[in-house]
């Protein structure tokens, strides 16, 4: 099975800050990850698809990169509304799925 | 737009079953295959198993091989997740997602399993 380690589990920011955040997997698995958001109450939105695709409608601030083991999602100037919890999907084991353990990003 | 509607919370004791309803809204069910993923409090999520909404197939994973079953009502446009012989170790928030690679996402069911 293909293991995603998401890292870190927490941060603490400031509004304006720059925020990364890295999945590594088990073994290859080309660009096939997503990035999502999830408040509290909500449903998880995809921010990020294929490694680096802008889901419709996100914010430029949020950038996907990687491929292969190495993936990562950068927040440039972390705004209100984007403290929350990240996590990511591989699906290169389609259909099975496994995700990364989610990282909280809270207000510093 | 594009929706899932998931059924409410539930409380089951040890043994039960459960079934969770997600009525898709904004698009025709069968045009996407269909996920179920759990996450379990202070765990991260878990892919439970997959339906083709259009032919039926199903497969899941191997650690709810036996107990899970996914399954669709093309006339209703929804899909299910029954999971048999609960234990508290099934108490979680349950998922619904849309498509290969999980556009969109229902806003969850809490299943909680206590005597």
């Known amino acids: 099975d293909i293991q995603m380690t998401q890292s870190p589990s927490s941060l603490s920011a400031s509004v304006g800050d720059r925020v990364t955040i890295t999945c590594r997997a088990s073994q290859g698995i080309r660009n096939d990850v997503n990035w999502y958001q999830h408040k509290p109450g909500k449903a998880p939105k995809r921010l990020i698809f294929?490694?680096?695709g802008l889901q419709s409608g996100v914010p430029s601030r949020f950038s996907g990169s990687g491929s292969g083991t190495e993936f990562t999602l950068t927040i440039t100037s972390l705004q209100p509304e984007d403290f929350a919890t990240y996590f990511c999907l591989q699906h290169n084991s389609y259909p099975t799925w496994t995700f990364g353990q989610g990282t909280k990003v809270e207000i510093k | 737009q594009v929706q899932l509607v998931q059924s409410g919370a539930e409380v089951k004791k040890p043994g039960a079953s459960v079934k969770v309803s997600c009525k898709a809204s904004g698009y025709t069910l069968t045009d996407f295959v269909m996920h179920w993923v759990r996450q379990a409090p202070g765990q991260r999520l878990e892919w439970m198993g997959w339906?083709?909404?259009?032919?039926?197939?199903?497969k899941y994973s191997q650690r709810f091989q036996g107990r899970v079953t996914i399954t669709r009502d093309t006339s209703a446009g929804t899909a299910y997740m029954e999971l048999s012989s609960l234990t508290s170790e099934d108490t979680a928030v349950y998922y619904c997602?849309?498509?290969?690679?999980?556009?969109?996402w229902g806003l969850g069911t809490l299943v909680t399993v206590s005597s």
């Open positions: 997602s849309r498509g290969i690679i999980g556009d969109y």
């Open positions: 294929s490694a680096s």
């Open positions: 339906i083709d909404a259009d032919k039926g197939n199903t």
